[in-house]
């Protein structure tokens, strides 16, 4: 989603905005821009495309003497990606420039009332009527938090905003409501952005915003206010562990290639301090104050949608909760029959998830414990929720997510082990065996990522051609298929679906032949023969088959990419990794954007 930040300092500010923008890239974007206040003048600078266009435009006109400035990447929602559309968007009389994420939903009946008295609109967004509004309201009083103030009472939707004013040289204003916006606390210079890689080198003090305050940041002061009240907030400073290497290629092509060969270490630091390996405890004292389940309601989407079905299984196995999993933007509007004693646990890398947020809130308004499961610290899930589980897997750039993945199964993982000794359904020597193994995976994984990595090239060669393609799997493993899938797809724009192979003959081997290869996930387990019988039906029409399988063992394929055993639920994380690659590899060799997908974004806080 669109991407912002606002600097006020000693630098100059398009220099800093720039790189600003682009350590905020990943997040999805279709054109660029920002207004800077040099010499009492407005200066807007936009481009579509990418920020290398606006860069050229910026290098034309020299705006390097200002030392305040806000920028921002916009993803498309209303208008389509042009130069007039781009954001930062001016009011009226051109005497402030606001940048916007997010949706304002009453936007028509706004510039309906606004077109009436008189004001006309210079491109399609909803942002714009954000300016026209506080700009009518700052004809009436100079003091732009006031004049926020009351322009956002007309407002409803989401928006994290970001202004600056030709009445406030060296100043920049921010606010936000159901959007991420974070507020950098640097020396003689502070930032506000949507996003903490975006000043990450300059500052790793931060303040989390919540909804409804308005910010005011200066090179040497900021205040917080209420947005209402206007009265002035104290707001706890937190300093982030993240360094900036974290947030680098570190020498990789791809970001989403460096997450991928961070797993082992992702595995590590998710562990890291809850586990005691000689007693066979977890130490998950975020959890101390919440009873144990009796029932859980998982909802997620996307990726951490698949991690959550992954888990479903370890939840009742190990621990004897049964576990209902929802796609949180179904679950928000189906509501369910929780009881007391039921949790809600939300699973969201960002922890900014649009759908996610609201079905924490829908589900927090009936009353119901929600626990949220988050990467980013600080985020909105992470601060609504009535305990927060973090997976440390550290920043997580690339749109399509993997290590994010691991991480969250191996904290659900941990959590599982956890109830499940909890509630007596795990013994002793069940729960150090269980941790033992997952301790192993780390060096196990790490040695077998070059000989993937090769396997997976070879393999995206063979098969590029292919326009279509099943991820096929039974029990546990289905979710991995999706996974497989959901990942081919979004980033090498090859059509595919990841199946039970049981349901196969009920409709969608009608698709088979020999251009329309499968993908199959053969552990060693009470399954395999079924699954193989399943790959013989596909063989038998024609189709090609690639089997990911432990080494040693019977099959019929075209392709077979053999993983090494490993004991389940853990072998889990070696065939998750194996289709990351397969993906990773098919995208580089098409050529494809492999961390900035078409169409996508990489936190989608829009419903
Ligand atoms: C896929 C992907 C998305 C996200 C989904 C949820 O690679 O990244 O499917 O998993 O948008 O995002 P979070 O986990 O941030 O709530």
Redesign the pocket.
Known sequence: MCGIIGYAGHRPAATVILEGLKRLEYRGYDSAGMALIQNKELNLLRAKGKIRELEDKIAQCDPYHATSGIGHTRWATHGLPSEENAHPHPDYEQKLALVHNGIIENHSLLKRDLREQGYSFRSDTDSEVLSHLIGLELEHCWDIPRAMSAALQKVEGSYALALVSLNGEGQVWATRHSSPLILGLGQGENFVASDIPAFLPYTREVIFLEDNEIVQVSSSKYRVLDAWSLKDLDKEKVHISWDVQSAQKSGYRHFMLKEIMEQPRVIQDCMSGRVDLASGQTVLPELDHLPLPRRLHVV??????HAGLWARNLFQEWAGIPAEIEIASEFRYNPRIIQDGDLVLA???????AD?LAGLRQAKQQGQQVLGLCNVLGSSIAREADGVVYTQAGPEIS???TK?MCSQMTALLLLALHWGRKGGKLGDSDCRDLLQGLNELPELLDAELPGMREKAQKLARKYSWSRSCFFLARGTYFPLALEGA??LK?ISYIHAEGYTAGEMKHGPIALVDPEFPTFALAPDNGLRNKLLANLQEVRTRGGPVICLTPPGLEQDANDVWEIPSCPEPMNGFLFLTALQLFAYEMAVYLGKDVDQPRNLA???TVE
């Open positions: 997620a989407c996307g990726t951490s949608y699973i969201s890398q960002s922890g900014e998830t996610t749109v399509a997510s994010a959901l990942k979004e990489k936190s989608v």
